[in-house]
Protein backbone atom coordinates (compact mmCIF):
# COMPACT_ATOMS: atom_id res chain seq x y z
CA UNK A 1 0.00 0.00 0.00
CA UNK A 2 1.06 3.45 -0.73
CA UNK A 3 0.39 6.19 1.61
CA UNK A 4 -0.22 9.94 0.73
CA UNK A 5 0.21 12.00 4.18
CA UNK A 6 -0.62 15.62 3.66
CA UNK A 7 -0.22 18.02 6.47
CA UNK A 8 -2.20 21.36 7.07
CA UNK A 9 -3.10 23.94 9.83
CA UNK A 10 -5.99 26.24 7.94
CA UNK A 11 -5.31 26.44 4.42
CA UNK A 12 -8.68 26.22 2.23
CA UNK A 13 -6.00 25.06 -0.43
CA UNK A 14 -6.07 21.83 0.80
CA UNK A 15 -9.37 21.05 -1.30
CA UNK A 16 -7.77 21.30 -4.60
CA UNK A 17 -4.74 18.97 -2.81
CA UNK A 18 -6.58 16.58 -1.58
CA UNK A 19 -8.93 16.57 -4.97
CA UNK A 20 -6.01 16.15 -7.47
CA UNK A 21 -4.26 13.51 -5.45
CA UNK A 22 -7.11 11.71 -5.03
CA UNK A 23 -7.28 11.73 -8.45
CA UNK A 24 -3.72 10.61 -9.19
CA UNK A 25 -3.78 7.39 -6.47
CA UNK A 26 -6.90 5.65 -8.32
CA UNK A 27 -4.64 5.86 -11.61
CA UNK A 28 -1.89 3.32 -9.10
CA UNK A 29 -1.90 -0.39 -9.34
CA UNK A 30 -1.27 -1.17 -6.19
CA UNK A 31 -3.88 0.20 -3.00
CA UNK A 32 -3.54 2.84 -1.67
CA UNK A 33 -4.59 5.98 1.10
CA UNK A 34 -4.72 9.66 1.59
CA UNK A 35 -4.28 10.72 5.25
CA UNK A 36 -4.96 14.24 5.98
CA UNK A 37 -3.25 15.60 9.85
CA UNK A 38 -5.09 18.75 10.18
CA UNK A 39 -4.51 21.05 12.95
CA UNK A 40 -6.63 23.56 12.01
CA UNK A 41 -9.37 23.17 15.01
CA UNK A 42 -12.09 22.17 12.91
CA UNK A 43 -11.72 25.06 10.52
CA UNK A 44 -11.59 22.82 8.00
CA UNK A 45 -14.25 21.10 8.38
CA UNK A 46 -16.15 21.36 5.60
CA UNK A 47 -13.70 19.83 3.59
CA UNK A 48 -13.25 16.80 5.61
CA UNK A 49 -17.13 16.12 4.80
CA UNK A 50 -16.59 17.10 1.54
CA UNK A 51 -14.17 13.98 1.16
CA UNK A 52 -15.66 11.80 3.61
CA UNK A 53 -15.47 8.19 3.10
CA UNK A 54 -12.21 8.99 0.19
CA UNK A 55 -9.51 9.62 2.97
CA UNK A 56 -8.54 9.43 6.32
CA UNK A 57 -8.88 12.24 8.36
CA UNK A 58 -6.46 12.78 11.27
CA UNK A 59 -7.87 15.46 13.99
CA UNK A 60 -4.12 17.08 15.46
CA UNK A 61 -4.13 19.30 18.57
CA UNK A 62 -0.55 21.10 18.99
CA UNK A 63 1.58 20.41 22.10
CA UNK A 64 1.12 22.90 24.61
CA UNK A 65 4.07 25.80 23.44
CA UNK A 66 4.31 24.39 20.11
CA UNK A 67 3.79 26.74 17.32
CA UNK A 68 4.76 25.22 14.36
CA UNK A 69 4.09 21.86 14.39
CA UNK A 70 4.92 20.19 11.03
CA UNK A 71 7.29 17.66 12.49
CA UNK A 72 4.79 16.75 15.25
CA UNK A 73 1.98 16.37 12.44
CA UNK A 74 4.26 14.27 10.04
CA UNK A 75 5.20 11.73 12.51
CA UNK A 76 1.41 11.25 13.57
CA UNK A 77 0.82 10.74 9.46
CA UNK A 78 3.35 8.59 9.21
CA UNK A 79 2.02 6.41 12.38
CA UNK A 80 -0.82 6.33 11.27
CA UNK A 81 -0.34 5.44 7.84
CA UNK A 82 -0.65 1.88 6.75
CA UNK A 83 1.62 1.48 3.63
CA UNK A 84 5.09 0.36 3.47
CA UNK A 85 5.44 3.71 1.16
CA UNK A 86 4.84 6.98 2.38
CA UNK A 87 4.46 10.15 0.32
CA UNK A 88 5.18 14.05 1.90
CA UNK A 89 3.03 16.78 0.30
CA UNK A 90 1.48 19.97 2.04
CA UNK A 91 -1.81 21.85 1.73
CA UNK A 92 -1.79 24.23 -0.78
CA UNK A 93 0.59 21.89 -3.17
CA UNK A 94 -0.73 21.50 -6.94
CA UNK A 95 0.22 18.18 -8.12
CA UNK A 96 1.60 18.46 -12.06
CA UNK A 97 0.20 15.26 -14.15
CA UNK A 98 2.04 11.90 -13.60
CA UNK A 99 3.60 13.32 -10.18
CA UNK A 100 2.54 10.18 -7.71
CA UNK A 101 3.45 7.52 -10.19
CA UNK A 102 6.70 9.13 -11.09
CA UNK A 103 7.65 9.99 -7.64
CA UNK A 104 6.89 6.53 -6.55
CA UNK A 105 8.56 4.90 -9.46
CA UNK A 106 11.69 4.32 -8.21
CA UNK A 107 10.74 2.80 -4.99
CA UNK A 108 9.06 0.36 -6.53
CA UNK A 109 12.32 -0.35 -8.40
CA UNK A 110 14.04 -1.10 -5.24
CA UNK A 111 15.19 2.63 -4.07
CA UNK A 112 14.50 3.91 -0.69
CA UNK A 113 13.65 7.57 -0.48
CA UNK A 114 13.00 9.95 -3.62
CA UNK A 115 12.36 13.83 -3.92
CA UNK A 116 10.66 15.73 -6.27
CA UNK A 117 10.84 18.89 -7.81
CA UNK A 118 8.82 22.02 -6.07
CA UNK A 119 8.27 25.04 -7.99
CA UNK A 120 6.44 28.21 -7.20
CA UNK A 121 2.98 28.47 -8.41
CA UNK A 122 2.44 29.47 -12.21
CA UNK A 123 2.70 33.13 -12.72
CA UNK A 124 4.94 33.55 -9.70
CA UNK A 125 8.21 35.14 -9.75
CA UNK A 126 10.22 31.83 -8.51
CA UNK A 127 12.11 32.89 -6.25
CA UNK A 128 13.03 29.18 -5.26
CA UNK A 129 12.60 28.06 -8.45
CA UNK A 130 16.36 28.07 -10.08
CA UNK A 131 18.32 26.68 -6.81
CA UNK A 132 15.20 23.66 -7.01
CA UNK A 133 16.14 22.71 -10.62
CA UNK A 134 20.31 23.49 -9.37
CA UNK A 135 19.26 20.91 -6.42
CA UNK A 136 18.14 18.21 -8.81
CA UNK A 137 20.95 17.93 -11.24
CA UNK A 138 22.28 15.01 -9.63
CA UNK A 139 21.06 11.58 -9.45
CA UNK A 140 21.47 11.68 -5.90
CA UNK A 141 20.70 14.66 -3.17
CA UNK A 142 21.98 15.19 -0.26
CA UNK A 143 19.66 17.25 1.52
CA UNK A 144 16.30 18.27 0.57
CA UNK A 145 12.53 19.61 1.82
CA UNK A 146 9.72 17.28 2.49
CA UNK A 147 7.34 18.90 0.63
CA UNK A 148 7.19 16.39 -2.47
CA UNK A 149 8.80 13.63 -0.56
CA UNK A 150 8.57 9.78 -0.80
CA UNK A 151 10.39 7.13 1.31
CA UNK A 152 10.27 3.39 2.74
CA UNK A 153 8.41 3.20 6.16
CA UNK A 154 11.68 1.07 7.11
CA UNK A 155 14.05 4.50 6.70
CA UNK A 156 11.69 6.50 9.02
CA UNK A 157 11.48 3.68 11.47
CA UNK A 158 15.68 3.35 11.09
CA UNK A 159 16.33 6.85 12.23
CA UNK A 160 13.21 7.53 14.44
CA UNK A 161 11.25 9.87 12.36
CA UNK A 162 11.06 13.35 12.89
CA UNK A 163 12.89 15.56 15.46
CA UNK A 164 9.87 17.63 16.72
CA UNK A 165 12.52 20.04 18.64
CA UNK A 166 12.51 21.91 15.42
CA UNK A 167 10.13 24.54 14.59
CA UNK A 168 11.44 25.21 11.09
CA UNK A 169 14.40 22.85 9.26
CA UNK A 170 13.30 19.07 10.82
CA UNK A 171 13.39 18.57 7.18
CA UNK A 172 16.64 19.15 6.55
CA UNK A 173 17.62 17.65 9.85
CA UNK A 174 15.80 14.70 8.39
CA UNK A 175 17.59 14.11 5.58
CA UNK A 176 21.06 14.71 6.55
CA UNK A 177 20.37 11.76 9.35
CA UNK A 178 19.51 9.68 6.38
CA UNK A 179 22.23 9.97 4.42
CA UNK A 180 24.33 9.96 7.77
CA UNK A 181 22.82 6.57 8.09
CA UNK A 182 24.12 5.67 4.88
CA UNK A 183 20.35 5.97 3.05
CA UNK A 184 20.88 7.46 -0.79
CA UNK A 185 17.97 9.87 -1.66
CA UNK A 186 16.76 9.71 -5.25
CA UNK A 187 16.06 12.76 -7.38
CA UNK A 188 12.83 13.05 -9.82
CA UNK A 189 12.91 15.87 -11.20
CA UNK A 190 9.96 15.14 -13.61
CA UNK A 191 8.00 14.57 -10.09
CA UNK A 192 6.73 18.15 -10.07
CA UNK A 193 4.59 20.01 -7.35
CA UNK A 194 3.71 23.57 -7.49
CA UNK A 195 3.48 25.52 -4.46
CA UNK A 196 2.62 29.47 -3.66
CA UNK A 197 5.25 30.81 -1.50
CA UNK A 198 3.04 33.69 -0.77
CA UNK A 199 3.68 37.36 -0.56
CA UNK A 200 7.27 39.41 -0.32
CA UNK A 201 6.72 39.91 3.05
CA UNK A 202 6.36 36.30 3.85
CA UNK A 203 9.02 35.21 2.13
CA UNK A 204 11.53 37.46 3.83
CA UNK A 205 9.48 36.21 7.17
CA UNK A 206 10.48 32.42 5.77
CA UNK A 207 13.87 33.66 4.84
CA UNK A 208 14.45 35.16 8.44
CA UNK A 209 13.34 31.67 10.13
CA UNK A 210 15.54 29.42 7.93
CA UNK A 211 18.20 31.26 8.71
CA UNK A 212 17.46 30.50 12.40
CA UNK A 213 16.70 27.12 11.56
CA UNK A 214 20.03 26.76 9.89
CA UNK A 215 22.12 27.78 12.94
CA UNK A 216 20.28 25.19 14.71
CA UNK A 217 21.06 22.28 12.48
CA UNK A 218 24.39 23.17 12.22
CA UNK A 219 24.70 22.96 16.51
CA UNK A 220 23.06 19.70 16.20
CA UNK A 221 24.92 18.81 13.39
CA UNK A 222 28.56 20.03 14.15
CA UNK A 223 30.70 17.74 12.65
CA UNK A 224 29.49 19.16 9.26
CA UNK A 225 30.53 22.54 10.38
CA UNK A 226 34.05 21.20 8.58
CA UNK A 227 32.54 22.16 5.22
CA UNK A 228 30.30 24.53 5.74
CA UNK A 229 32.02 27.64 3.64
CA UNK A 230 32.54 24.34 0.81
CA UNK A 231 28.38 23.28 0.91
CA UNK A 232 26.65 26.07 2.80
CA UNK A 233 28.51 29.34 2.35
CA UNK A 234 25.36 31.60 2.62
CA UNK A 235 25.54 30.36 6.73
CA UNK A 236 28.43 32.73 6.88
CA UNK A 237 29.21 35.09 3.82
CA UNK A 238 25.64 36.81 4.85
CA UNK A 239 26.30 36.85 8.11
CA UNK A 240 30.00 37.80 7.95
CA UNK A 241 28.88 41.05 5.71
CA UNK A 242 26.35 41.95 7.65
CA UNK A 243 28.77 42.10 10.43
CA UNK A 244 31.31 43.42 8.42
CA UNK A 245 29.27 46.89 7.69
CA UNK A 246 30.60 49.16 10.41
CA UNK A 247 33.60 48.61 7.76
CA UNK A 248 31.54 51.16 5.69
CA UNK A 249 32.51 54.17 7.67
CA UNK A 250 36.31 53.53 6.77
CA UNK A 251 35.88 51.87 3.22
CA UNK A 252 32.47 53.58 1.68
CA UNK A 253 32.59 51.06 -0.91
CA UNK A 254 32.26 47.90 1.22
CA UNK A 255 28.78 47.53 -0.04
CA UNK A 256 29.69 46.81 -3.22
CA UNK A 257 30.65 43.14 -2.25
CA UNK A 258 26.86 42.49 -2.92
CA UNK A 259 27.55 43.29 -6.62
CA UNK A 260 29.29 39.59 -7.25
CA UNK A 261 25.98 37.82 -6.10
CA UNK A 262 23.96 40.62 -7.55
CA UNK A 263 25.37 39.53 -10.74
CA UNK A 264 25.64 35.79 -10.07
CA UNK A 265 21.51 36.01 -9.49
CA UNK A 266 20.52 38.32 -11.82
CA UNK A 267 17.70 36.46 -13.59
CA UNK A 268 16.15 35.78 -10.68
CA UNK A 269 15.11 39.88 -9.77
CA UNK A 270 18.47 41.37 -7.67
CA UNK A 271 16.91 42.97 -5.25
CA UNK A 272 14.15 40.26 -4.02
CA UNK A 273 17.53 37.71 -4.26
CA UNK A 274 19.58 40.16 -2.26
CA UNK A 275 16.80 40.60 0.47
CA UNK A 276 16.37 37.25 0.56
CA UNK A 277 20.02 36.30 1.12
CA UNK A 278 20.85 39.31 3.87
CA UNK A 279 17.02 37.99 5.58
CA UNK A 280 18.55 34.65 5.71
CA UNK A 281 22.01 36.30 7.47
CA UNK A 282 20.10 38.19 9.93
CA UNK A 283 17.99 34.71 11.28
CA UNK A 284 21.63 33.18 11.44
CA UNK A 285 23.05 35.90 13.39
CA UNK A 286 19.68 36.20 15.46
CA UNK A 287 19.60 32.59 16.74
CA UNK A 288 23.63 32.46 17.31
CA UNK A 289 22.72 35.43 20.21
CA UNK A 290 19.87 34.21 21.06
CA UNK A 291 17.05 36.11 19.90
CA UNK A 292 13.41 35.01 18.84
Not at 1 to 10: C, L
Not at 56 to 83: L, T
Not at 193 to 202: E, P
Request: proline letters at 4%.
Amino acid sequence: MISVVIVSKDEVSLDDTVTEVMRQAKGLHDSSEIVVVDASDGRLDHIRRRHQGHIRWMQFEAPRGVRVSIPHQRNVGVNAARGEIIVFTDAGCQPEARWLANLIAPLLQGQDITVGLTLGAPGSTGLYDRSAWRALQSQYVTECSTINFAFRRVVFDAIGGFDEGFAYGSDVDFSWRLTDAGYRIRSVPDAVVRHDWGTWRRQLRRSYVYGKARTRLYRKHRTRLKHVLRDDPMVVVYPAFLLGLPLTLVFPFYPALLLIPAWRNRSGGVIRVLADHLTYGVGVLAELVGLR
